[in-house]
Structure formats: structure tokens, C-alpha cells
């Protein structure tokens, strides 16, 4: 009688935990949009979140200190004229963040440090290009401002968003709706889910397809893909009698799936979210009130259920902290941002270790901040490996966070030449007008100060 022998994993233990309800960001409108994004993105400055809005789109920004009740007069982002279906924060600039919306639009936008005080309604740059609503966006991992936008008009558009303009234009490749778009860890590949129950990996520059599968999954409710580090497909779907199914894939051999595991029978569209450094992957169900997670290996059967985290309240959607903003002295593997009907909740996912020293097993070096190639080299062809950082002594920046230029003189304006001139001259005299203040406000103090010494 053979005994059955339990698989080693240093993340058989990891569980989830909520944080407190003062560490938590109450009084939010989270957005009521029907529509299978993220709803929120987070990085160690700042947590961000779709909201209502009445006439328009608006997401809100919060440092990630701010937390308790949110007051409802807080300033939004508040630029779109429909409602806002996907935000992301940039990798390279933690106060840069892009949105995309029903409005056909995606714009960048600078959030100030330490948040901001009024409503903010002109982005940096607006790009245009898309006819219909635009619902998936993701930064390039390794370039610099290189930004990747999906719309329901089935198009993929590659964007240089410093020149403001589209640079790479996939149009006839996906037949229907695109489900999700992301790219592998250099940022060579695009891999795509479809309506047309397709997985794709696309060459980004060229826009042709490297190789397809079709229907990873049997049934017709929408299908998520996201690569591994080592290039194999992680993909989320349902089965012909709606189970909800997870499936490992090698692009190599794409004619059965490495391993292909049911789930439940969930309705819930199930959002990927993948750590390279721990080969860890969570899925969460949009409108369950729970956390999957599994451990993907190179032996059979590849993806190994470790545990879940259960809660009461559903979620609306989820964020998820890039790692250089955890807490590494608590063992901090992951920390999700769950989205509810009007506050954002904090979930830490731990290994439990009794040391308190700097655990090296679970924290290999990491993808830092900084760029590996510029936008202009990337698109002619150069590729960039990211660059790790160490997180041992807790991330702290040694160099400036990459400074986020818009070459205005590139970007393509309608604005007549006069236009602009006028603009400068407005300027001009705005600055004037505040130095004229500053003199009036220094003289009147310089007066009390006599007055003061007079007294006495």
C-alpha cells in the first residue's frame, strides 16, 4: 500500500487576511459599469479606482496613506465625457496613469505626490484612435512609454505616448470582441483572448499572428490569458455546461492543454493575476467574495491548488500591488485592493515564518522601475530585458523616477501656430499677475512688521 506523499511548497501555507476597517478606504461609489476590467490598479504611492460619475467618466486617485472615510466632495479625475472602463498605473512613473472609455478616448494623466486637491480634467495627452469604447489597456513592462489599447472596434493600437501618436495599428486580425491583451515579461509578444473563442500571440510590431488556439475552452463566456515567465499560457474559461476551468498551454505544442482543471460554477468572468517571482497565481472571480490561488510548476499537473481566501462581501473588481510595494519584513507575498459597493478593502497574502529576517526564498530579485529601452528603440526593434531590483532592505528609489516627457512639438495638434502663441502670451501674463500678488502680499507684510516694532 503505497502512501500518498504531500508535494513540497513553501506556499502550501500562504493565507489571505483582510486588513483592519481603519486601514481600509470607506465612503466610495465604486462604478456599476458592467464591464470585466479591473476597476482598480495600485502602486507604492497611490491607489486608484473607477467611480460613478454623473455626465461622464471619472476615476478617483488616493495616496496610499489616505485611508478611513473618504470625503464626497474628494477631487476625481474627471476628464472623460463617458463613463471610464479600464485605468493603469504606469511601471516606470508612479504618478503616471492611463484610462480608456466608452468615450472612444485613452488619456495619460500626472497625478501630483501626495494626491490631489482639485479635480483634474486635462490629461497630459489624449489619444485618439479607437471608433468604438475602449476597454483594455497595458503598459509595455520594458519600454518606456509604450502603451498597448484594446477597443471594442476589435482593434489593438501600440502607442507612443510621449509623440502622442498611434505607431503600431492591428486591425485585421481579431473577428470579434477582444476579451484581454497583455504582454509577456520582455515585452516581445502580445497574447490575446477573443469572442471568437481564439487565443492568439502576436508579433506587436509587424501585428501578425506567431501562433493560435482555438477554443481553449468550449464554452461561449469570455476566455483570460496571461503568459508565464517561461512562456507558457495560463488561461481562465468556462466548459460547454458553464464551469468555470483553468488550463496551462505550451505555445509549442498547442494541441492539448498541459493540464485543464474545473473549478466551480461560478458565473464570474475569473481575472489572472500572475507572480513571476514566486510562479503563484490568484484568480478572482468579478462578483465572488473569494481569492483562488495556485502554484504553477514544471511537473504534473502543473497548476496545484493551494488554498483559498473566503470572504462575505462580493467583489466588484481588484487590485493588485507590483511587488516593490510590499511589506517584505512581514512576509508579504501579495496584496490585493478588493473593490465592494462603496469601499476598498485590503487583502495581504503571508507565508507564516517565524524568522524576522529578510527571507531570500520568497523574495528573488524583482522588476524595479526603470525602463530597459526607450520608445523609439523599441519599435525599431530592440528589445529589453526588465531590469530586477533587490528587495532587502525594502525597496527604497536610489535614481529619479523616470521623468515623464511629452515632446509637445511632436505631438500631432490641429492647434494653429497663433493658437499656441496666444497660450504663451496667456501664460505670460498669468505669471506676471502672480508675481504682482506676491509683491502687494510681501509689502503688506513688511508694514505689519513696522507697525509690530513700533509697539514695542
Known amino acids: 500500500m503505497s502512501r500518498k506523499v504531500v508535494r513540497t511548497s513553501k506556499f502550501r501555507h500562504v493565507f489571505g487576511q483582510a486588513v483592519k476597517a481603519d486601514q481600509c478606504y470607506d465612503d466610495i461609489r465604486i462604478s456599476q459599469m458592467t464591464w470585466d476590467s479591473n476597476f482598480c490598479t495600485v502602486n507604492p504611492k497611490f491607489v486608484a479606482m473607477i467611480v460613478e460619475a454623473s455626465g461622464g467618466g471619472a476615476f478617483i486617485v488616493l495616496p496610499l496613506n489616505k485611508t478611513g472615510r473618504i470625503d464626497m466632495s474628494y477631487p476625481n479625475v474627471c476628464g472623460h465625457t463617458g463613463p471610464v472602463l479600464d485605468i493603469e498605473f504606469c511601471p516606470h512613473n508612479d504618478n503616471i496613469i492611463a484610462s480608456g472609455s466608452e468615450d472612444c478616448s485613452v488619456m495619460i494623466w500626472e497625478i501630483p505626490d501626495g494626491g ?99 477554443k481553449p475552452h468550449e464554452g461561449s463566456r469570455p476566455v483570460r490569458a496571461v503568459f508565464m515567465s517561461d512562456g507558457k499560457i495560463l488561461s481562465t474559461g468556462f466548459s460547454r455546461m458553464s464551469e468555470r476551468q483553468v488550463a496551462l498551454w505550451d505555445p509549442n505544442n498547442f494541441g492539448e492543454p498541459l493540464t485543464l482543471q474545473e473549478l466551480d460554477t461560478g458565473s464570474g468572468v475569473l481575472l489572472p493575476f500572475y507572480d513571476p517571482d514566486t510562479g503563484v497565481v490568484y484568480l478572482c472571480g468579478k462578483g465572488d467574495s473569494s481569492i483562488r490561488y495556485f502554484e504553477v510548476t514544471d511537473e504534473a499537473p502543473y497548476v496545484h491548488f493551494l488554498s483559498m481566501y473566503s470572504s462575505k462581501e462580493s467583489q466588484k473588481g481588484m487590485g493588485y500591488m507590483p511587488k516593490r510595494g510590499l511589506e517584505v519584513n512581514k512576509c508579504e507575498i501579495a496584496r ?121
Not at 473577428?175 to 497583455?182: E, G, P, V, W
Open 116 to 214: 490631489l486637491i482639485t479635480p483634474l480634467t486635462d490629461p497630459v495627452v489624449k489619444l485618439e484612435g479607437h471608433s468604438k469604447r475602449v476597454g483594455i489597456l497595458s503598459w509595455h513592462p520594458t519600454a518606456h512609454n509604450v502603451l498597448m489599447s484594446a477597443g471594442c472596434d476589435n482593434v489593438v493600437i501600440l502607442w507612443n505616448v510621449a509623440r502622442g501618436e498611434a505607431v503600431v495599428r492591428i486591425d485585421s486580425v481579431h473577428t470579434d470582441l477582444i476579451y484581454s491583451a497583455c504582454w509577456n515579461r520582455d515585452g516581445s509578444k502580445i497574447l490575446t483572448s477573443c469572442k471568437d473563442k481564439t487565443l492568439r500571440i502576436l508579433d506587436p510590431r509587424k501585428g501578425t499572428v506567431l501562433v493560435e488556439k482555438e
Open 336 to 456: 490585493f485592493y478588493k473593490l465592494h459597493e462603496r469601499k476598498c478593502e485590503p487583502i495581504v497574502m503571508t507565508v507564516p515564518r517565524k524568522s524576522d529576517l529578510f527571507q531570500e526564498d520568497l523574495y528573488p530579485n524583482t522588476i524595479g522601475p526603470e525602463p530597459s529601452v526607450e520608445a523609439d528603440e523599441w519599435f525599431e526593434g530592440k528589445n529589453g530585458q526588465p531590469i530586477l531590483i533587490s528587495l532587502k532592505d525594502g525597496f527604497v528609489a536610489t535614481t529619479k523616477a523616470k521623468e515623464f516627457k511629452v515632446h509637445k512639438s511632436l505631438l500631432k495638434t490641429t492647434t494653429a501656430s497663433a493658437g499656441n502663441q496666444h497660450d504663451n502670451s496667456g501664460d505670460v501674463q498669468s505669471l506676471k499677475k502672480e508675481v504682482q500678488d506676491l509683491k502687494a502680499e510681501i509689502e503688506a507684510l513688511t508694514k505689519r512688521v513696522k507697525e509690530l516694532e513700533s509697539k514695542h
